[in-house]
C-alpha cells in the first residue's frame, strides 16, 4: 500500500532524436509539463548526476522538487529521482522516493514514449489518498504533458 506506481504510453510521429532534444532540455520543460511554471538549472549539460529544480504553483501553494538525474542515456532513456520536496518552503513529507522515467524506442520517423512514475507514501493521510491523487491528480497530468510532448514533436 506504500508504493503508488504509473505507466504510461504515447506515440510520437518524430523522429527519437527529435523527440529527445525536447525531452533533454529542463529549460523547455514548461512548454510540455504544464504542470511546472519554472525550472531552475545551474548545469550547462543534463547528465546524470546533474540536479534540476522543478517549481510548480497551484491556487494555495508553490511545490518545489529537486531532482537528481539518474539515468540518462542519448535518444533511449532519461530518468531522475527527487531528492528535495518543498511545499511553500517546508520540507513535504507525507511521500518520499519519488522517481520519473522516460524510455525511447522506435525507428524512423515514428517514437514510442514510456513514462513511468512512482513514489512512496509515507505517512497515513499520504497512503489513504494516495490512490485517488494518482488517479485524478497525477495521471490527467502526465497524459496531458505526453500529448504537449507530441504536439511540440510532430
Same mark, same amino acid.
Given at each position: 500500500?506504500?508504493?503508488?506506481?504509473?505507466?504510461?504510453?504515447?506515440?510520437?510521429?518524430?523522429?527519437?532524436?527529435?523527440?529527445?532534444?525536447?525531452?533533454?532540455?529542463?529549460?523547455?520543460?514548461?512548454?510540455?509539463?504544464?504542470? =511546472?511554471?519554472?525550472?531552475?538549472?545551474?548545469?550547462?549539460?543534463?547528465?546524470?548526476?546533474?540536479?534540476?529544480?522543478?517549481?510548480?504553483?497551484?491556487?494555495?501553494?508553490?511545490?518545489?522538487?529537486?531532482?537528481?538525474?539518474?539515468?540518462? =542515456?542519448?535518444?533511449?532513456?532519461?530518468?531522475?529521482?527527487? =531528492?528535495?520536496?518543498?511545499?511553500?518552503?517546508?520540507?513535504?513529507?507525507?511521500?518520499?522516493?519519488?522517481?520519473?522515467?522516460?524510455?525511447?524506442?522506435?525507428?524512423?520517423?515514428?517514437?514510442? =514514449?514510456?513514462?513511468?512514475?512512482?513514489?512512496?507514501?509515507?505517512?497515513?493521510?499520504?497512503?489513504?489518498?494516495?490512490?485517488?491523487?494518482?488517479?485524478?491528480?497525477?495521471?490527467?497530468?502526465?497524459?496531458?504533458?505526453?500529448?504537449?510532448?507530441?504536439?511540440?514533436?510532430?
Amino acid at each position: 500500500m506504500g508504493r503508488h506506481e504509473i505507466e504510461l504510453d504515447a506515440t510520437i510521429k518524430a523522429p527519437r532524436e527529435k523527440v529527445w532534444a525536447i525531452l533533454s532540455d529542463p529549460k523547455g520543460y514548461p512548454k510540455w509539463m504544464l504542470h =511546472v511554471h519554472e525550472v531552475q538549472f545551474k548545469s550547462k549539460a543534463l547528465k546524470a548526476g546533474s540536479r534540476v529544480r522543478l517549481i510548480s504553483r497551484t491556487t494555495n501553494h508553490e511545490l518545489s522538487s529537486e531532482v537528481e538525474i539518474t539515468e540518462f =542515456v542519448p535518444n533511449e532513456k532519461l530518468a531522475w529521482r527527487s =531528492v528535495e520536496d518543498l511545499m511553500d518552503g517546508q520540507p513535504f513529507e507525507h511521500v518520499s522516493d519519488i522517481e520519473t522515467e522516460f524510455v525511447l524506442s522506435g525507428t524512423g520517423k515514428k517514437t514510442d =514514449v514510456r513514462l513511468f512514475g512512482g513514489f512512496e507514501a509515507r505517512t497515513l493521510r499520504a497512503k489513504l489518498g494516495a490512490g485517488l491523487l494518482l488517479r485524478t491528480r497525477i495521471q490527467p497530468e502526465l497524459e496531458k504533458a505526453l500529448e504537449e510532448l507530441r504536439r511540440l514533436c510532430e
